[in-house]
């Protein structure tokens, strides 16, 4: 055999070897992005309930996205949409559900009227403190209770940012007593806005991008959204001139990711370890930085003409009283939101013998 030749057989040798290892080679799984195995790299599209600009409330997402690249040097990305690219910002868990998206960044109260439960997993009227919201999730059985109640449901949950108090809303008139909520149409989310409509409220619900336009034209005349940094963002203080507080309805804010269980039960262990820690990270970071930011704003308010006030003893004690109404009606048409709010109260009432001992008053 010539040299020629034997050169062309060693190359046809190596060639048919390769094509026969490519062909036993396993595709790579499909994931609203791609997903595959060892070295490969898995590609997620998130969709998010909250514009990422927004201080806090959406920039949180963008940090958890970055560190799940940091963590696993690069081999899991999650691109990230902005409410309304994919799916609307309220359809977010039902868009996991059906598999549209492999995980969503969320707010959970948003799916109230569809699993009543959700809501606690978001927001509680007069409930826990955020840290304190925190402690329960990790250590007093919350995390456990969310992952019994969303596995039926074909979803995997973890907590994935966290905020303090809201305000307790912007208004083109002042609150002076608690009928001055009869016939008040307001912009309001979740447990809140069942509570307020008790005093005689009419009851809308918006995205956060649609409620500017709705007090500028008078179809609200108030409405409650987000931190301070947020609310004067998205304008609210352009058109309404009195921003009342404490945020009674929401002590605290939680956002999750939620996450096809399919999706979730593919993943490898050090897949789950990044997006848990990336999570975990991300609530704390993102307390960290809502609460850092908010007193420059309200310094501001004075000269912008915006009357800061608290609510009056007697307008939280009416909004007490409705809430603990809804929270009753409820927990008797839902045994999961009665377990879920037993859980919360029980962890309450035992964190306070801490709480009321061990923290000094500002002096």
């Avoid at 600009?53 to 560190?67: F, H, K, T």
């Avoid at 109260?109 to 925190?134: H, N, R, T």
């Avoid at 404490?246 to 999706?263: C, K, N, R, S």
């Amino acid at each position: 055999m010539s040299n020629r030749a034997a050169l062309v057989a060693v190359l046809t040798a190596f060639a048919v070897g390769l094509l026969s290892s490519l062909a036993v080679r396993p595709a790579p799984k499909a994931t609203g992005g791609e997903q595959s195995q060892g070295t490969s790299s898995i590609r997620w599209r998130l969709p998010v309930a909250f514009a990422t600009n927004l201080p806090a409330l959406g920039d949180n997402s963008v940090y958890v996205a970055e560190r799940v690249e940091a963590l696993s040097a690069g081999r899991f990305r999650i691109e990230i949409f902005e409410p309304g690219e994919l799916v609307p910002a309220f359809s977010i868990v039902d868009a996991v559900q059906e598999k549209k998206v492999p995980a969503g960044y969320t707010w959970l109260g948003y799916d109230q009227g569809k699993l009543p439960a959700s809501v606690l997993f978001g927001a509680v009227p007069f409930g826990l403190e955020p840290w304190a919201f925190s402690s329960w999730w990790y250590e007093g059985g919350g995390r456990e209770l969310a992952e019994e109640i969303y596995r039926p449901q074909g979803l995997h949950i973890l907590l994935c940012g966290l905020i303090g108090p809201e305000t307790a809303g912007w208004f083109r008139e002042p609150l002076r007593s608690p009928k001055d909520f009869e016939g008040l149409k307001i912009r309001f989310a979740g447990l809140g806005g069942k509570a307020v409509q008790r005093l005689g409220a009419s009851v809308t619900l918006l995205p956060g991008g649609e409620i500017f336009q709705a007090l500028e034209r008078g179809a609200i005349d108030a409405t409650e959204f987000s931190l301070p940094i947020v609310d004067s963002q998205l304008g609210f203080n352009r058109v309404a001139s009195y921003n009342y507080f404490p945020g009674w309805h929401q002590p605290f804010t939680a956002f999750h990711m939620v996450i096809g269980l399919d999706e979730w039960n593919g993943l490898g262990d050090s897949e789950k370890a990044i997006l848990e820690t990336a999570c975990t990270a991300g609530v704390t970071r993102n307390l960290a930085r809502a609460e850092a930011i908010q007193a420059p704003v309200l310094a501001k308010y004075e000269s912008q003409g915006i009357t800061t006030e608290v609510l009056s003893a007697e307008i939280l004690d009416a909004l007490a009283e409705a809430s603990n109404e809804v929270l009753a009606s409820e927990a008797r048409a839902d045994p999961d939101f009665a377990r879920v709010l037993a859980s919360q109260k029980t962890f309450q009432r035992s964190y306070a013998r801490w709480k009321n001992i061990a923290y000094p008053s500002v002096r």
